[in-house]
């Protein structure tokens, strides 16, 4: 593995059953890069991040996985999460019935470092502001943006060094996703590595570095995230609405 690789997967495969969801794909997310991989509704993105985190129910899996240098396939999940591979998944999964700062708390239990984990709290509180304003608040009442912020707080609670979030903006308003985008950015600025699932593929790719396009369990198109912004058959396949 070369330096500066953070996650590596190559071939890999992933069938329910007779169902062949991923077909056979490689990618990779290096140090500090925020890369997406986009593409339509069934195309096999939540399978690829499920099988990187080990979360796949009962089905095959070929081809490998590594990161940072280490084979994880067949990894547990929690084993992951002890070696710095966070991920939020699409639909959030934050503790309903504890308030957002015992979320968060829950967060940082691979941690025992307590003033650390408070200063923590504090530095995502000023990136997250309607998180610190409603910290005594059940996660349960939050609405679907403020659950999403949380989600992405309590996984950056853990330190992680590679970041999987999957379709952070699914099910959020125009000016909800806007500020999760901004929040997204902004954690990218910092330095942390991150891979992005995402359908709103002009938001994805106006924020990444890199990016990667899934088709029917495919990657079709990888590259620079602006030049893909910038390429016709991007443009008029997943760029529409935009
Ligand atoms: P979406 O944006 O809708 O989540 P996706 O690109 O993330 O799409 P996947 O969720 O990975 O796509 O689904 C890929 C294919 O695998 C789909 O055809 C889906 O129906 C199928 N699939 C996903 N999960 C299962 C499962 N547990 N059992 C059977 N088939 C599944």
């Not at 084979?71 to 019935?97: C, Q, W, Y």
């Not at 699914?170 to 901004?182: A, D, N, Q, R, W």
């Not at 929040?183 to 924020?207: C, D, F, M």
Request: glycine content about 10%; charged content about 20%.
């Amino acid at each position: 593995t070369k330096a500066g690789n953070i996650l590596r997967v190559e071939g890999l495969k992933v069938a329910y059953g007779g169902i062949k969801a991923v077909k056979g794909i490689d990618l990779e997310v290096n140090k500090g890069e925020l890369v997406t991989l986009i593409g339509a509704n069934g195309a096999g993105k939540t399978t690829t991040l499920k099988a990187i985190t080990g979360t796949l129910p009962n089905c095959k899996v070929e081809g490998s996985l590594h990161y940072l240098g280490s084979a994880i396939k067949g990894n547990h999940s929690f084993d992951l999460v002890k070696k710095n591979l966070a991920m939020v998944p699409e639909g959030r999964g934050v503790f309903t019935r504890m308030s957002i700062h015992e979320n968060l708390l829950m967060g940082a239990y691979i941690r025992d470092d307590k003033a650390a984990i408070a200063a923590d709290i504090d530095k995502w509180f000023s990136v997250f502001p309607r998180l610190k304003e409603r910290s005594a608040q059940m996660a349960g009442t939050l609405s679907g943006g403020e659950q999403q912020m949380l989600a992405m707080a309590r996984a950056l609670m853990s330190h992680p060094t590679l970041l999987l979030l999957d379709e952070p903006s699914m099910g959020l308003s125009p000016i909800m996703v806007e500020k999760i985008f901004e929040v997204i950015r902004n954690v990218s600025a910092q330095g942390i590595t991150i891979l992005l699932v995402e359908q709103n593929a002009k938001l994805a790719l106006e924020a990444a570095h890199r990016g990667y396009v899934m088709d029917s369990g495919l990657v079709t198109m990888s590259g620079n995230a602006k030049d893909m912004l910038n390429d016709p058959k991007v443009q008029a396949a997943y760029l529409g609405e935009g």
